[in-house]
């Protein structure tokens, strides 16, 4: 049923902005779209519009819609700073930094400040980062995500005012929402364990994942008989029927595993080679499946079932599985940028794995593995932005690691060579020796380029932005040893690492 027009311009939008709250977005952008039709000049019906693009995908739209807000209100830190967003999120940096810093030299507000530190962030741009976020806190000391996020890029001294500052916000800590209490106790772990306090730290980060955990329902079963459902319908039977129905095209390279397993360096590594392009962490590759086209995309960072279905696999006929192949080099085409090889770093694939070497059979895995027990750390100490709900308790991030690995060896069995296995700690150990197995792995020629990879300039927007903009280090190697008595539920769990 469509939308009843107002009488006037400003009912116009105040219905137009309910009708997005109801969830009536296309009702809604019919009415923004009226909006304009009667004044080009209608800011808040372009930034709406901007914004209804951006929750479609579709952000060469909404770079035009906040291009023309951005123009028409230069003094309004909001359209340029949502425009910053946009630009970034479709890879053109340099003007994603131009609108990131018009905005911050704007009067921002703390939510502008907040946004365009994250870009900052992701962009490597550190010092712009750390001063959007202490500005944030000037205005609103009470703010967390922002002492949260000053957190992620440097480290709080103990006799420092800004750490007693934010010793302080735990008085007010019931007053704050469920959200920012995690975060605050989140903040506290890091900086506390940062100063040598293991006890305090681990205490604060306790609470943290309990504030977080207590918040959503999850079912470790549900993902551990869909890793079993995955294993019993990709039998080496179906894979042998199905070969040579794909697409033979060699640019993708998928990178797959558990988050903090050295992904990040290892797509940092491949994208300072001039023949490779990243585009990061997308949910490209299962937006091409028609199975999970209309799905709850979601649901993949949950660790919740993908339609991987007896009947997708039964009608996984040759134009089926070349329609997936060239849906997905299609859409990462724009992408890529004439690239001959163009990194995807959604780690979830894995799940995807058997429709990916049927599909696109010259296509790169890169499977990035460490030490269990390290990566289970790491991941119990962030706060993650997205769905991932096993991430809350060491017992449940256990179980995932082993229905993660228990699938990664099917795949390993009935694809024996095709996966690269890239290693963090071997990386570490042999960074040069790794590096030129790696590339030799996606059949890349060697480039020195890549030993100096923290000096490569690109967007990384996972926890590991910061890591990966200096040269290896070996601290994270078998850093959970000495944390060892605070991890049992994990240890007992996945047993220790090797």
Known sequence: MGATPPRDGSDSLRAARELVRQGRRADAETMYRNILKKDPRALPALVGLGLLAIEKGELAEADGFLTRAAALAPADSVPVSILATVKMSRGDVDGALDCAVKAVALPPSVGVLQRMGG????????ARAQDCYERAIRIKPDHVPAWFNLGTIRKFKADEPEFRQLLKLKDKAETLSAEDRAA???????????????EQGFAEFAEANRIKRASFTYDATALERHVDNIIALFSEDVVHKHRGKGVNDPRPIFIVGMP??????????????????????????????????????????????????????????????????????????????????????????????GIIRLALPEAKIIHCTRDPVDTGLSIWQLLFSDGTLWAYDQREIGRYYLAYKKLMDHWNRV??????????????????????????????????????????????????????RQPIYKDAVKKWKKYERYLQPLIETIGPGP
């Not at 585009?279 to 999970?292: H, R």
């Not at 790794?434 to 926890?463: G, I």
């Open 184 to 198: 605050l106790h989140f903040a506290l772990g890091r900086a506390l364990t940062d100063q040598g306090d293991a």
């Open 260 to 353: 903090r397993s050295g992904s990040t360096l290892t797509d940092q590594i491949l994208s300072s080679h001039p023949d490779v392009r990243s585009a990061g962490e997308t949910k490209l590759w299962s937006s091409c499946i028609p199975a999970f086209v209309q799905g709850d995309s979601p649901q993949l960072m949950q660790a919740a079932a993908p339609a991987i279905t007896k009947e997708l696999i039964d009608g996984m006929a040759p134009s089926m599985l070349s329609g997936i192949a060239k849906r997905y080099l299609d859409v990462t085409d724009p992408v890529a940028k004439g690239a001959k090889h163009l990194v995807d770093k959604m780690l979830y694939n894995y799940f995807w794995i």
């Open 415 to 468: 694809f024996p060579g095709e996966i690269y296995e890239a290693n963090y700690e071997r990386m570490i150990a042999d960074q040069e020796g790794e590096t030129r197995r790696l590339l030799a792995a996606c059949n890349l020629p060697w480039d020195a380029r890549c030993l100096n990879f923290h000096e490569t300039e690109r967007t990384v927007t996972t926890w590991s932005a910061t890591q990966v």
């Open 119 to 126: 870009l900052f962030r992701d962009a490597g741009q550190f």
